[in-house]
Every structure is written in C-alpha cells, then in structure tokens.
C-alpha cells in the first residue's frame, strides 16, 4: 500500500470494491447534474487515470466518497468490481478541512457549475457555519462570484429552490438571472413557472422577460403568478397547436406586454395596420423598439446583389414620402 501526499493530505492507495463504498452519505459531494460523456468514455477506454478519494467509515465498515462521485457513479453503472482508491484518515482532519478540501480539488478538475458555487456557499453557512464575512472576503472570490450581501443571500436562495431547477442551470438551460427570479417565488409558482420555461426551451433574454411580465402582472392583479397562466389569452398563447415552441414563446411574450400595458396593444394594433399598408417589398422590414418603449422605428435591409440595393434605396425614398410613415411618426409622438 503505497502512501501519496495530496494537496497537503496523506492518502493511502489501495484496491477497494465498490460495495464497500456509501454512495449515499453526500456530505462532501458539490456536484450537481450529469456527469458528462466524455468522462464515462474516457473511463470506459482508460480506466480510472485520478484515483478517487475516500474516507474510512469506523462505523460500518464502509468507506465515504470525499472527491471522485462522478467517477464511482459511472464504475458502478458499468458494473465494475473494485476501484483502486486513495484512504484518507479523516481522524486526522476537521469536517471544515476535509470540506475545503473537496472544493478545491472539485475546482482544480472540470471546475464548478453556477448550481454548484450555490451548494458550496449554503454548505459552508449552513453546515461549516462558516460567518458571512469569511464567505464574503474568501469564499466568494474563489468562487468567481461577486463578493457583496445580496449576492450572499441570492446563492442561499438558489441552493433551496427544487434539484430540477438546479440541474436545468448546471446544464445551462435555465440562465441564472432567471434563477433569481425563480429563487424569490413560493414553490408552487416557481415550478410552474420553469416548467414552461423548460417546456418551450426558452432563451436567456425571453426567460428573464417572461418571469418580470408575469411578476408585474401579477402584483397588479393581486394575483399569484401562477393563476396569472390560467388567464384565457395565456392559454391560448401556451397551447397554440399552429405555432412551434419558438414561435409560442413570441406569442406569450406579445400576449404578456398586452396585459401588462393595454396602451401598448392598441399601438401594436395602429403600428401593424400602417406597416401593411406601406406594401414594403421582399427584403426591406420596419420594426419599432421592444415593447414600444421609445419613438425609434428601425428599417432593416437584406440584399445579395448591387442591383438589389439599388432598387431598395428607391423604395427607401417611397416609405419617406409615405402617408403612413408619417402617421406611424406622428403617433408615437
């Protein structure tokens, strides 16, 4: 048996079956969703190349994962016998040291997911009791996260919220802005809410939209944001056979704006009436600013030859001449 220092720890390598190991005791795990493909065929090909770490279970003769879950995850999946492991004799550390330990070395492999810095900040208040100062002025940093009160607070609310939404941010499906947001509902709200986020595989930007509409919609009408989906024009926005995912998502977000600020429904009204009525050719389009929230309009090209252009420049001098230009002008002022 052959002993290594590691990271300023003394591990002991030896051959282990993986029966002996307790998957289950999580206290030093900080991984949060799959593990990714690349490790499972690398470990399918090669082996094991970094030995896991584990510590001696006195208790019932087991041992403990203290760094390598993923690895022993996919050896069990695979159904291997045995793992050649480095022991540690946690009699020798704190919790703390063999904690920080864990985090380091997670840091120092493929890194750590917005979902797993979370995690690390509520197991070191929660369980280390680590003060919220110490976070603040070494945890964080490490971390790369802002060092500041409220993003304290923000990463213990994300830690709570359910392992479903956790797992949609470590994969990146779920943007972490929109965490936020999430981490602020109840719980019901919330899973509704990123079940349709989820379910229409929503953008960053439309994420972040969709919940502040619904949050604003919400306190208007005294409201909780999920009865704020059972409104008929929502409905019908969510369950638009005709429309693909995508195109749902712009139909919520419109039906969204409209309930929000009625005014705005009657200018999109007066806007696409006059736009249809500028007969604008293939390759020239007018839009306004998102959400009508300025007087700007904006007039896009598309053009794959010179003779194109020249012809779009004409019609450019048209639109300006134009009645309804005018009145799309004159109503926004």
């Keep these: 048996m052959e002993k290594i220092k590691r990271h300023n720890f003394i591990a002991k390598y030896q051959k282990v079956s993986l029966s002996e190991i307790d998957i289950q005791n999580k206290n030093y795990n900080i991984r949060i969703g799959e593990a990714l493909p690349v490790l499972k065929s690398s470990i399918e090909k090669h082996g094991i190349i970094e030995p896991p770490l584990l510590l001696s279970n006195a208790t019932n003769n087991s041992f403990i994962v203290l760094c390598g879950f993923r690895r022993i995850g996919i050896l069990?999946?695979?159904?291997?016998?045995?793992?050649?492991?480095?022991?540690?004799?946690?009699?020798?550390?704190?919790?703390?040291?063999?904690?920080?330990?864990?985090?380091h070395d997670n840091m120092l492999g493929c890194g750590l997911n917005s979902?797993?810095?979370?995690?690390?900040?509520k197991k070191l208040s929660n369980i280390h009791s680590v003060p919220d100062d110490r976070i603040m002025s070494y945890w964080m940093p490490l971390l790369s996260l802002p060092s500041n009160l409220r993003e304290l607070h923000l990463q213990k609310q994300i830690a709570d919220i359910e392992k479903p939404i956790l797992e949609s941010i470590a994969n990146g499906t779920t943007n972490i802005k929109a965490a936020f947001l999430l981490s602020e509902l109840d719980r019901n709200d919330r899973l509704c809410l990123f079940n349709i986020i989820n379910n229409l595989k929503m953008g960053n930007n439309h994420q972040k939209q969709f919940l502040k509409l619904i949050a604003e919609i919400s306190e208007r009408e005294k409201k909780f944001p999920s009865q704020i989906l059972n409104f008929s024009e929502v409905k019908d926005a969510l369950e638009n056979g005709n429309h693909n995912p995508p195109q749902r998502v712009v139909q919520?977000?419109?039906?969204?704006?409209?309930?929000?600020?009625?005014?705005?429904?009657?200018?999109?009204?007066i806007f696409k009436n006059l736009s249809n009525k500028l007969n604008l050719p293939k390759g020239i389009t007018l839009n306004h600013s998102p959400g009508y929230e300025s007087e700007e309009c904006n007039l896009m090209l598309s053009f794959s030859s010179i003779e194109e252009l020249k012809q779009q420049n004409t019609e450019i001098i048209r639109i300006a001449k134009s009645a309804e230009i005018r009145k799309i002008l004159e109503h926004d002022n």
């Design 76 to 103: 069990k999946e695979i159904r291997a016998d045995n793992i050649q492991a480095g022991i540690i004799d946690n009699s020798s550390y704190s919790e703390f040291e063999l904690f920080s330990f864990a985090v």
């Design 115 to 121: 979902s797993e810095k979370a995690l690390v900040i």
């Design 252 to 269: 919520l977000i419109s039906v969204l704006q409209q309930m929000r600020n009625p005014a705005f429904s009657n200018t999109d009204k």
